[in-house]
């Protein structure tokens, strides 16, 4: 007796876990790339070796995303200068720099002119 409570009990906490996180559910930091012209560029070259994951919480402009780039033509990746160019401008939209990386990077840089 005690072990069909038990056994019910799972069951209910189960089905109570799949309502919440059921299939399909996305995780409230979930991140999708947008559409825009590069992203299947970027898709076709950039995934075959790394996961979403790894992209979302990297934020750059355009030259901090070229740099990251040619790290990767550095270590074999085999991309023309049009590609790196599309990937680059479309990062840079798709993923720029916070605001408050920013304007700390602008307060840095003038700190230091006389």
Request: with cysteine; proline share 5%.
């Amino acid at each position: 007796m005690v072990l069909r409570g038990i056994l019910f009990l799972g069951f209910l906490i189960g089905i109570a876990f799949s309502l919440s996180f059921g299939e399909g559910a996305e995780p409230s930091g979930s991140f999708s790339f947008p559409d825009a012209p590069g992203k299947e560029v970027l898709m076709s070259k950039c995934f075959q070796c790394h996961s979403e994951g790894m992209w979302k919480d990297l934020r750059t402009d355009r030259r901090g995303w070229e740099a990251a780039l040619y790290r990767m033509v550095g270590r074999g990746a085999l991309w023309t200068q049009d590609e790196i160019n599309t990937m680059a401008g479309y990062l840079s939209t798709a993923l720029p720099p916070q605001a408050n990386t920013v304007s700390k990077s602008r307060d840095a840089t003038e700190g230091d002119k006389p």
